[in-house]
């Protein structure tokens, strides 16, 4: 069975620092990996995905992720982080095993970036 | 602009009284789905549809039912809430079932139960 662990569950940061929120996931077959930012009482937006191709995805707002077959990770980075950037963040993973479409989310880890 | 609207968005429902959420979409997505989610957890399928087929995940207690009456609408109907079924309840769309679709999110409609 698929799982995501978010290693960290809080990440404070100060304004124009760099950040990386940490994935690993576990699946047997080929995965397609998705990042979402959930903003305070707000619904899931997409930030990036990895179907396939090139290991380095770029997203919106700045932000871009790796995908490590061999560490079965999808760590987010992003250079320099601005106040608007506190958020939720979600790593999520699908698979051919799966049910089609099924995403399974990891915990969240919660972006905390200080003035 | 297309999207996923959600309403209402914080809905409040005493103890054992039926409520039903809605969703409603401008994407003319195939797909429609309805998550849980609880204080700082992870968002947990409930169910979905693909068009009029209806998809129940397999631990999605009985107390929770689905209506698609027409593709651009979905609804939540909660027959009897507990107070361990208050949580943000989201609404999601894709194009297609697959494992490569990616999943468009309305706002969320958090409910809180007397």
């Known amino acids: 069975a698929q799982s995501v662990t978010q290693l960290d569950s809080q990440v404070p940061v100060f304004e124009e620092a760099p950040v990386e929120l940490r994935c690993n996931y576990s699946?047997?077959?080929?995965?397609?990996l998705f990042w979402y930012v959930q903003y305070p009482n707000q619904g899931l937006q997409l930030l990036l995905k990895?179907?396939?191709?090139?290991?380095l995805v770029k997203g919106i707002n700045g932000f871009e992720a790796e995908f490590n077959k061999s560490q079965t990770s999808f760590h987010l980075r992003k250079p320099s982080v601005h106040i608007s950037d506190t958020a939720e963040y979600f790593c999520a993973v699908s698979d051919r095993s799966n049910q089609g479409g099924k995403l399974i989310f990891g915990q969240g880890t919660e972006l905390s970036v200080k003035p | 602009d297309a999207m996923v609207i959600q309403n209402p968005r914080y809905q409040v429902t005493q103890f054992g009284k039926p409520v039903t959420l809605s969703c409603s979409q401008t994407?003319?997505?195939?797909?429609m789905y309805w998550y849980q989610q609880k204080s700082s957890q992870a968002p947990k399928l409930l169910f979905h549809y693909y068009d009029k087929d209806f998809n129940n995940e397999a631990d999605t207690p009985d107390n929770f039912q689905s209506r698609r009456p027409n593709t651009s609408f979905c609804f939540l109907d909660i027959r009897s809430p507990g107070l361990g079924d208050a949580a943000m309840y989201l609404c999601?769309?894709?194009?297609?079932?697959?494992?490569?679709?990616?999943?468009?999110f309305g706002p969320g409609t958090r409910l809180l139960v007397l």
């Open positions: 699946s047997s077959v080929s995965v397609y």
């Open positions: 990895y179907l396939s191709g090139s290991t």
């Open positions: 994407l003319n997505h195939n797909v």
């Open positions: 999601a769309t894709s194009r297609d079932w697959g494992y490569q679709e990616t999943q468009y």
